[in-house]
């Protein structure tokens, strides 16, 4: 499974859109988006950011599903 898939598979649980996720990240909503295409790959600074809305580890996003 791909970072994308992953990221994806993650806020398809929470029940989040990818607007919300975007923005209480403080990201750019197509920069999000594009993540979960795997058009572009996230810095762990900004995995962490995403980390922090799913009140989750980085290694969880990394890793595995496991949330």
Request: hydrophobic content about 40%; charged content about 25%.
């Amino acid at each position: 499974m791909t970072t994308g898939q992953k990221l994806r598979k993650v806020r398809e649980i929470y029940g989040y859109t990818i607007e919300y996720v975007a923005l209480e990240a403080d990201i750019a909503t197509g920069t999000y988006a594009g993540w979960e295409s795997d058009a572009t790959s996230p810095s762990v600074k900004k995995l962490m950011k995403v980390a922090e809305v799913y009140d989750t580890d980085v290694s969880d996003l990394l890793v595995g599903v496991g949330i």
